[in-house]
Nanobody
């Protein structure tokens, strides 16, 4: 498995920006896809964005398209989630996760970081 540590959450006003970081360590990261998920109070965890370590292909959930951007720094083994034009409905605990390519499931998770967007 991969060890993941998130950081960068906080309180921001609607319309503001935050950048989340996910520091990864462990097995060969080039064979993983990295994802960001979020879970709001009383709601199920939902997919936000994902990126391949190798090649950098990205995917986004519809609610965040055009506002959020996922990227990775191979030298630093870090994945980022740049969040712009934040809305109160983006308030949630954000989790970083790793999926071995071909497995179809995320098997490593970070501890989560709280993002709160005030109106």
């Amino acid at each position: 498995q991969v060890q993941l540590i998130e950081s960068g959450g906080g309180l921001v006003q609607a319309g503001g920006s935050l950048r989340l970081s996910c520091a990864a360590s462990g097995r060969a990261l080039s064979s993983y896809a990295m994802g960001w998920f979020r879970q709001a109070p009383g709601k199920e965890r939902e997919f936000v964005a994902a990126i391949l370590w190798s090649g950098g292909k990205t995917w986004y959930a519809d609610p965040v398209k055009g506002r959020f951007s996922i990227s990775r720094d191979n030298a630093e083994n870090t994945v980022y989630l740049q969040m712009n034009s934040l809305k109160p409905e983006d308030t949630a605990v954000y989790y970083c996760a790793a999926q071995p390519l071909g497995s179809g499931r995320y098997d490593s998770w970070g501890q989560g970081t709280q993002v709160t967007v005030s109106s």
